[in-house]
Every structure is written in structure tokens, then in C-alpha cells.
């Protein structure tokens, strides 16, 4: 399915720059982060760390 999980040494918030950075250091535009905890909490309620990063992703075929 092309989605890849992999466990981190570092906090959500942590690994979430170290992702942008590699992003950004590599040429690829992040749009923005989606913070869903942050906005549960303005909401009065609780939930883990959730994130998006909001990148343009374009898939190329390729023939070989």
C-alpha cells in the first residue's frame, strides 16, 4: 500500500521537525502540520499525539 511505519526514539513533536527537515533538505514542500491533538485539547478533550504533514506527493511511473 506504499505506507511506511517506523518507531522513533525521539517525542511526536521531535520527530515530526526531524520529518520536515528531511523533507524540506531534499527539495520536497511541506504545507503544513494538521496538529489533531492540539485541536482536541481547544475542544476540552484528550487524546494521544496526532499528526498530518500536508505534502504534495506525485507518483511517477516509471517503464522499465
Same mark, same amino acid.
Given at each position: 500500500? %506504499?505506507?511506511? +511505519?517506523?518507531?522513533?526514539a525521539?517525542?511526536?513533536?521531535? +520527530?515530526?521537525?526531524?520529518?520536515?527537515? #528531511?523533507?524540506?533538505?531534499? %527539495?520536497?514542500?511541506?504545507? +503544513?502540520?494538521i496538529?489533531?491533538?492540539?485541536? *482536541?485539547? #481547544? *475542544? %476540552?478533550? +484528550?487524546? !494521544?499525539? #496526532? *499528526?498530518?504533514?500536508?505534502? !504534495?506527493?506525485?507518483k511517477?511511473?516509471?517503464?522499465?
Amino acid at each position: 500500500d %506504499g505506507m511506511l +511505519t517506523k518507531k522513533s526514539a525521539h517525542s511526536a513533536s521531535a +520527530t515530526l521537525e526531524k520529518l520536515e527537515a #528531511a523533507l524540506r533538505s531534499r %527539495g520536497f514542500t511541506v504545507f +503544513t502540520r494538521i496538529d489533531h491533538a492540539a485541536a *482536541a485539547k #481547544a *475542544a %476540552g478533550l +484528550t487524546m !494521544p499525539a #496526532a *499528526a498530518v504533514v500536508v505534502q !504534495p506527493i506525485l507518483k511517477v511511473r516509471q517503464n522499465k
